[in-house]
């Protein structure tokens, strides 16, 4: 961690500040789809919603409501229509919070061990939540039990949907594989193309493939069609020297298709898959950056710093340690595929 401790800038790159962050690390960072609502998930057992004004060049965020699990809270999502907030975490539960109308949040799934993982799914207007129980579990919020109950192979570390592709990720690098047009079988099981545990997963906007990342600072980009294995590769990022650090964050821009990751070593960097190229370095902040996302437009660019554990207790301080999310302003240049330097052919 030598060269970590060494920096003491927790915002090199000159982000807005988000105002009154949580009081501990933040597990997940979640926009709405309809507005410009930013919902952080955090180990202080609670979940924050902020409204993020931008006017111009300038973004102002103003804290607006908070909900209290009683265990620390792992995940969230919003959906579609923008005016509820799902959360899930260590008390086993995920709790609806209809944010917009001012509701009070009640539990509508359950499982044996904690939640990792939530995702809404318009399409089929039910929840899916992945836990440590090894269970995938889909909710229709309106009755108390599952409508189904997918065994997986292991603890749910990591997943992704972008309908009717689904992917979880979980311990012993397995990757099972879901049409969710049929959601009961898998549609294909995957060893993991990456050595080490997976940390994060984001199915590809074209649902053809999905982006995985380890905690070993590698990205494996992977594509289904059985005719397309000739376009698979995997790439280095997050690391310094001989310093290697975890991927937390795969982030696709939903406009121009280019993603982003936020790995340990405190760094966030944009990247162009179908050029295989990086398009920027950001510079490091002095902790990690435990996860991240985009608004609905690609516009901002939302990323916590804060201690991830990922060094252990030695390395934890309680006395330095605060918590920051931070809201970049993606330029184009940053986030806009172009084509690699001396590619020839026609467009």
Not at 81 to 110: E, I, Y
């Amino acid at each position: 961690m030598s060269n970590f401790m060494s920096n003491t800038n927790p915002n090199p790159n000159k982000s807005f500040e988000v105002n009154q962050p949580p009081t501990d690390s933040v597990s997940s960072l979640s926009f709405s789809p309809k507005a410009n609502f930013l919902v952080a998930t955090s180990w202080d057992n609670q979940v924050r919603c902020w409204e993020v004004a931008r006017n111009g060049v300038n973004v102002a965020t103003v804290p607006k409501a908070s909900i209290t699990h009683d265990h620390p809270v792992l995940c969230s999502t919003w959906k579609d229509d923008g005016t509820t907030v799902f959360s899930g975490g260590c008390d086993k539960q995920v709790k609806m919070w209809p944010l917009l109308s001012g509701g009070q949040p009640m539990t509508v799934a359950m499982h044996d061990a904690p939640i990792k993982e939530v995702a809404w799914i318009p399409e089929m207007n039910l929840l899916a939540t992945g836990s440590w129980d090894k269970t995938l579990k889909y909710w229709d919020t309106r009755q108390s039990n599952p409508v189904h109950t997918q065994q997986l192979p292991e603890r749910c570390y990591a997943m992704t949907v972008r309908y009717p592709l689904m992917v979880v990720g979980t311990a012993d690098r397995n990757l099972v594989v879901y049409n969710l047009q049929n959601p009961q079988v898998e549609f294909k099981r995957i060893v993991s193309p990456l050595k080490y545990q997976t940390r994060c997963l984001s199915a590809f906007p074209d649902q053809q493939g999905f982006l995985v990342g380890s905690i070993e600072g590698r990205v494996g980009v992977h594509h289904l069609d059985d005719s397309q294995q000739g376009k698979n590769f995997t790439f280095k990022c997050h690391r310094e020297g001989n310093e290697i650090y975890s991927v937390n964050s795969l982030n696709f821009h939903p406009v121009h298709h280019t993603f982003a990751t936020a790995g340990s070593d405190g760094a966030f960097n944009f990247w162009d898959k179908d050029s295989k190229q990086r398009l920027k370095a950001m510079l490091r902040c002095n902790q990690p950056i435990p996860c991240s996302t985009f608004n609905s437009d690609g516009s901002m660019f939302a990323y916590s710093v804060c201690y991830d554990w990922s060094k252990g207790a030695e390395n934890s301080n309680p006395a330095t340690a605060k918590t920051y999310i931070f809201l970049h302003l993606p330029q184009e240049s940053e986030v806009k595929g172009k084509p690699r330097i001396g590619a020839t052919g026609r467009k």
